[in-house]
């Protein structure tokens, strides 16, 4: 077959269309569901076997939600200031880590090694990581007492917004 004929077919057949321009960077995408949204409702097991049903709260506590795993090290680093929150604001705000694709065997060392006193929360399924569209880990949801989201990103919440959360 003639090579002008089979150029001239695939052009034909892609189209023949500009390339498109160059991506310029912008805002990376939102992550998960919004700060004003409901949040997802889940329910898991935590490492000692009892259930925990994030619905549960609703009308009673603001929950702080820690997502990540064991082995992460930003993860580990954090487990102090969290659990700080816990002893400041536990009668207001229920504080759970929500570990993905771990064992309750593996939870309990680790809130054992890094004197967590808060519930380790398994997902082995990773069904949080759709439910919340997570990126990077530690990630941190903060849910307020009507089930609302006041917070989400891979920084601890000051204060403040954990204050307005337990309102």
């Not at 009308?59 to 200031?81: E, I, Y």
């Not at 997570?134 to 849910?143: A, R």
């Amino acid at each position: 077959m003639n090579r002008g004929i089979v150029a001239a077919l695939a052009i034909l057949l892609s189209g023949c269309r500009p390339p498109a321009p160059p991506q310029k960077p912008g805002p990376p995408p939102p992550v998960g569901p919004a700060v004003g949204q409901s949040a997802p409702a889940f329910s898991f097991l935590d490492s000692k076997g009892a259930p925990y049903v994030e619905s549960g709260y609703v009308g009673r506590k603001a929950q702080l939600l820690v997502f990540g795993t064991t082995s992460c090290p930003m993860c580990q680093a954090k487990v102090a200031d969290v659990d700080a929150v816990r002893q400041k604001r536990g009668g207001e705000v229920e504080v759970a880590a929500v570990l993905l694709s771990e064992t309750a065997e593996k939870a309990e060392k680790y809130a054992s090694e890094f004197k967590a006193g808060f519930r380790m929360l398994l997902d082995p399924q990773n069904i949080s990581i759709a439910l919340y569209k997570l990126g990077n880990y530690p990630h941190f949801v903060l849910i307020d007492k009507r089930g609302v989201i006041r917070y989400t990103g891979q920084k601890l919440p000051d204060d403040a917004i954990i204050e307005a959360a337990a309102r």
